[in-house]
């Protein structure tokens, strides 16, 4: 199994980035996949999932801001991100698990990340 994210970078408060995550070694409709940051010092924690009928969960602090999106056919995973804060800097991971949760304990498998940097 290979996740592998990109799209990560620098943008001023304000701005926008969209995230890819390309899975494969896997029947991708098999799992739920997710969204996951990590800032520095802090806990990684959930950002958005979606189910393979494109159900999909946010937290609270991405909600209206953030959206996520799937494309099956090409196995791809995305995270739309407007609006962007100096607090959503994190590594962003992709991540694929066996139920709809935004908790660690539910992904079998991760991304090694990508970085976005929110900073003017």
């Known amino acids: 199994v290979q996740l592998v994210e990109s799209g990560g970078g620098l943008v001023q408060p304000g701005g926008s980035l969209r995230l890819s995550c390309a899975a494969s070694?896997?029947?991708?409709?098999?799992?739920?996949m997710a969204w996951f940051r990590q800032a520095p010092g802090k806990k990684r924690e959930g950002v958005a999932a979606?189910?393979?009928?494109?159900?999909?969960i946010y937290a609270d602090s991405v909600k209206g801001r953030f959206t996520i999106s799937q494309d099956n056919a090409k196995n791809t995973l995305y995270l739309q991100m407007n609006s962007l804060k100096p607090e959503d800097t994190a590594m962003y991971y992709c991540?694929?698990?066996?139920?709809?949760?935004?908790?660690?304990?539910?992904?079998?498998?991760w991304g090694k990340g990508t970085l976005v940097t929110i900073s003017s």
């Open positions: 991540a694929a698990g066996r139920c709809l949760l935004l908790e660690d304990y539910c992904m079998d498998y």
């Open positions: 979606i189910d393979s009928d494109g159900g999909t």
């Open positions: 070694g896997y029947t991708y409709s098999d799992y739920y």
